[in-house]
Antibody
Framework: QVQLVQSGAEVKNPGASVRLSCKAS????????MHWVRQAPGQGLEWMGW????????NYAQKFQGRVTMTTDTSITTIYMRLDSLRSDDTALYVC????????????WGIGTTVTVSS | QSALTQPASVSGSPGQSITISCAGS?????????VSWYQQHPGKAPKVIIY???DRPSGVSPRFSGSKSGDTASLTISGLQADDEADYYC??????????FGTGTRVTVL
């Protein structure tokens, strides 16, 4: 079954904010850190940060600090990623991925949410 | 946090072995033993094929192997097959539980 379900595509104007969601299965939510990774069209993977969905603790990539906020809703085993002050170069596929607590790699990946920033 | 450096492309014939390097700077790769490798086919989500430098998840072919020397990690694919044609990314844990990906390598099977 699908273990990470992400929200649908978004189209935003420059300067706006976007909030994406990623619903995890119960066992993944209970035992994993959750990462957000993005991939611009034709480009490589870029790590944005992680959240501990059970404590709310976060660690953001320096590049996104001040512009990204990751939150969690334990009642519905869902994490969120908000990105503010969108620019055209934020156009990308945003993917959530889980990292089991006892490991240091991203074991399960979502299919991603496309965010298009355009006026 | 600059991306780790990988060759843009590597190619090989079926049955051959190829190696993809992943170079850090300032001890990015060498500090911890937490280097992972991901395979991404076009239009698909990445899939972990190596973690903790040289461990393979269940179900991943033993043709994939990893190593590390100093501040450079490597992924070797032996017995190259057509389905190995994909993009490959390394990923390292650096200071303060921060992660960084490599620039990515396109593998072509000739």
């Amino acid at each position: 079954q699908v273990q990470l379900v992400q929200s649908g595509a978004e189209v935003k104007n420059p300067g706006a904010s976007v909030r994406l969601s990623c619903k995890a299965s119960g066992h993944i939510f209970a035992g994993s850190y959750m990462h957000w990774v993005r991939q611009a069209p034709g480009q490589g993977l870029e790590w944005m940060g992680w959240i501990n969905p059970n404590t709310g603790g976060t660690n953001y990539a320096q590049k996104f600090q001040g512009r990204v906020t990751m939150t969690t809703d334990t009642s519905i085993t869902t994490i969120y990623m908000r990105l503010d002050s969108l620019r055209s170069d934020d156009t990308a596929l945003y993917v959530c991925a889980s990292q089991p607590y006892d490991f240091w790699h991203m074991a399960v990946w979502g299919i991603g949410t496309t965010v298009t920033v355009s006026s | 946090q600059s991306a780790l450096t990988q060759p843009a492309s590597v190619s090989g014939s079926p049955g051959q072995s190829i190696t993809i390097s992943c170079a850090g700077s300032g001890g990015d790769v060498g500090v911890y033993g937490y280097v992972s490798w991901y395979q991404q086919h076009p239009g698909k989500a990445p899939k972990v094929i190596i973690y903790d430098v040289n461990d393979r998840p269940s179900g991943v072919s033993p043709r994939f192997s990893g190593s590390k020397s100093g501040d450079t990690a490597s992924l070797t694919i032996s017995g190259l097959q057509a389905d190995d044609e994909a993009d490959y990314y390394c990923c390292a844990v650096i200071r303060g539980s921060t992660y960084v990906f490599g620039t990515g390598t396109r593998v072509t099977v000739l």
